[in-house]
């Protein structure tokens, strides 16, 4: 069973290494892996070319130089710009990957088993952690269990084309887990040791840092449907972890602010609709309660379409 792989990156020099490193090396090495350099001007290209040429199934894609690193939406087109340039009836299963994480070497061999054991899977993970600059200890970035990580989306290709791929803003990586659940796939992490890899780049953070960052997800799940009553529950829990308070805080504050400017919000009403009872539902059962409730009763769905 094989993998696709594409990774936008933009001036990566200072994590790459070791990402292509954890790469090479796992037990089931991709398919293909499409690197789309995103117009960086450090020493990217460089380290690229010496992968390519010693690795024969990376393919190095370049675009033009921008002028400055995108996020978000900008992140999502370039990793199209490699999606579209490859035949992805050729793989089971497809994985946006950042090159920015230290990997397990069993890392895709354990997700795929996974995918095996349960057809109802479409898209799943490990953790991410980070290595705390003062004590050196691994920090787990909480995220949560209904959710496979935005840093290695992987993906069953059937799933993958059925939810309509990513949508190209902010929110693109929780909007596609609920849009999964809709139609009865099953998203899902695990926090095992197998499973968790480092994440190089602290998640929320940014190249204006981790308060720009939070904000911008406070956006993303303003722009998603996200109800207040549910970010401000979300935030507060967040403020209690790394980095205390002010990571929580800045959440919040990007979609007040987003919410007082009336900014746009996901055109998909029934979608909308459907996240919002389910984040009802966390609140008042409890998050893993609530996704294992959903996916039984999703399965109806999944069934109708695939049994």
């Not at 292509?20 to 499409?34: F, K």
């Not at 996020?71 to 035949?87: C, R, S």
């Not at 994985?95 to 996974?114: G, N």
Request: net charge neutral.
């Amino acid at each position: 069973m094989s993998y696709l792989l594409i990774s936008p990156c933009r001036n990566e020099s200072d994590y790459m290494r070791q990402t292509l490193d954890s790469v090479v090396n796992q037990s089931i090495t991709p398919a293909l892996w499409v690197i789309v350099d995103d117009g960086s001007t450090d020493e990217t290209p460089q380290i690229l070319k010496d992968y390519a040429e010693r690795y024969p199934f990376i393919q190095v894609i370049t675009r033009e130089n921008r002028g400055h690193r995108s996020v978000g939406p900008g992140v999502i087109e370039a990793f199209y710009h490699g999606y579209d340039q490859v035949d992805v009836s050729q793989f089971d299963f497809i994985c946006k990957l950042d090159l920015d994480l230290d990997l397990p070497d069993k890392y895709f061999e354990i997700l795929i088993d996974r995918m095996h054991e349960n057809p109802r899977i479409g898209t799943c993970s490990g953790k991410a952690y980070f290595r705390d600059k003062q004590s050196g200890e691994l920090v787990s970035e909480k995220c949560g269990d209904e959710m496979s990580v935005g840093m290695t989306k992987f993906y069953r290709r059937t799933c993958f084309e059925e939810i309509g791929g990513f949508v190209r803003e902010v929110m693109w990586d929780g909007i596609d887990c609920h849009r999964c659940r809709q139609l009865g796939w099953i998203a899902v992490s695990w926090d095992e040791p197998a499973l968790r890899f480092i994440h190089l780049r602290p998640m929320g953070s940014s190249q204006q840092g981790i308060f720009t960052g939070r904000m911008r997800h406070g956006f993303g799940q303003y722009f998603m449907g996200t109800g207040l009553v549910y970010m401000t529950a979300s935030s507060v829990y967040r403020m209690l972890h790394p980095p205390i308070f002010i990571g929580g805080f800045a959440m919040w504050w990007g979609y007040v602010k987003s919410m007082l400017q009336r900014k746009p919000r996901f055109e998909d009403k029934e979608l909308v609709k459907f996240i919002r009872r389910y984040q009802w539902q966390c609140l008042i059962k409890g998050k893993a309660k609530a996704t294992q409730d959903l996916n039984e009763q999703q399965s109806a769905v999944w069934k109708q379409k695939h049994a």
